[in-house]
């Protein structure tokens, strides 16, 4: 882990720990909060018993995420009793903070303050305010401090100080926040706000730097990677209208900067939407060997009544376009996907559709979550709820299927050489495997942590390779 910015340390700080749930995003969401903290002198611990100030920061994608964080907070106070605890404080951030705190300082009178999104950058003074206000009150949990204003505009920037929790080779770049699509299945818009992309200046510099501390591979996220740029179009940029540079910031144009920054490095697309792909991406791609040959594309569904409900703003033809351009004009790309069944009104036949094409169109990588009825969604409102006993076996058909295809393109691998990212010394990922995410390659003999190796692949072993 990695400090940056950090200033002269007084003598007696407070220690605040985290715990981070949820996504990338919400980890890199974490560091800038940490790197806040070191910036206004605190320490940080990574035992919550240690910790003066402890920081949960909350998912809010679907309901068993939901549970997930309520039961982190609900433990981290129980926790308190236990261990004589008392003067310890709790603050909860990320999506959950950011969208129900009003719901949430009724339920939970135990937390001290709620910051949302666009606080992130401001948890040292939250954590100073809450210190105070503990130091000053007599009356135990009077009033919760909520910090979270609505619709969020925040975007951090190459010096925001950060405070690392990936391995020291691996990075999440977000280089966008928020979404403009209107997904009907879909609460993320309403917690993070509107598309906001940084400047290519931010993102480069951003890269220069951890390429410098000796990063390996650097993962762009954002709610839509491909849309990146476009928000600062003057002309508005709609679904399915032709995507290029002559018009402005792109990814495309982006990448093209990326490539000529010197040092050994992987860029991962993560999070990219079927809607803004254009041939020009594809062919940038191409000619960028930076650009690991690995795209992170959700598609949700392919059935077309399907995606129209789900408003997913891109038609069946367009993706299976989309998908033969990809792999005819990016040669060895891996594609992961990921698939939502049992929304609300899927029949059979459209399920079918969807296994059909998953065997015609074999993912290296595939994910598929069972729907959730997300409050404050369209599809929530919808008739034709499925029940989950239907999901359950609807998942598990298509998670057999893609089992099956996944160990035949493991087991296609075998006998060739390939270039590997060293995690452990025996744990190591190829450009085909984002970190968390994917399969791993089991070495047979260690190899030097963070850095790239060329190893033969002699087996598999499930969905893992053996080297
Ligand atoms: S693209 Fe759709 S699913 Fe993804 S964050 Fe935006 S609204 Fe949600």
Known sequence: MQATGLPPQPLTRPKVGMISLGCAKNLVDAEIMLGSVLERGMEITSSAEDADVLVINTCAFIDSAKEESIDAILEAHQQRGLHKRANQRLIVSGCMSQRFSQELRQQLPEVDAFIGLDQVRELGTVVERVLQKHRTSNAENSDVLDFVTPRPTYI???????????????????????????????????MRGRHRSRTPESVLSEIRALVAEGVREINFISQDTTYYGMDLWTERAGPRQPVDSARGLTLASLLREVEKIDGEFWIRL????????????????????????????????????????????????????????????????????????????????????????????????????????????????????????????????????????????????????????????????????????????????????GEFIIREIQGARGYDLLA
């Not at 950060?162 to 609460?187: D, Q």
Request: aromatic residues 6%; positive net charge.
């Open 156 to 190: 951090p920037d190459y010096d925001t100080p950060r405070f690392r929790l990936t391995p020291p080779h691996s990075a999440y770049l977000k280089i966008a926040e928020g979404c403009n699509h209107p997904c009907s299945f879909c609460v993320i818009p309403q």
């Open 270 to 449: 993560l999070y990219t939407h079927p809607a803004h792909w254009s041939d020009e991406l594809i062919a940038t791609i191409a000619e960028c060997r930076r650009v690991a040959r690995y795209i992170d594309i959700p598609l949700q569904h392919i059935d077309e009544s399907m995606l129209r409900r789900m408003r997913r703003e891109t038609s069946r033809t367009h993706v299976e376009t989309l998908i033969a351009k990809l792999r005819s004009g990016i040669p060895g790309i891996a594609l992961r996907t990921t698939f939502i069944i049992g929304f609300p009104g899927e029949t059979e036949t459209e399920f079918e559709t969807l296994l059909d094409f998953i065997e015609r169109t074999r993912f290296e990588r595939l994910g598929i979550f069972k729907y959730s009825r997300e409050e404050g969604s369209r599809a929530a409102k919808m008739p034709g709820q499925i029940p989950a006993k239907l999901k359950n076996e609807r998942h598990r058909r298509a998670m057999t299927l893609q089992q099956k295809i996944a160990h035949e393109i493991a087991a296609a691998k075998i006998g060739t050489e390939l270039k590997l990212l060293v995690d452990q010394p025996l744990v190591a990922r190829t450009e085909a495997d984002a970190p968390e995410v994917d399969t791993r390659v089991l070495l047979s003999r260690p190899g030097p942590v």
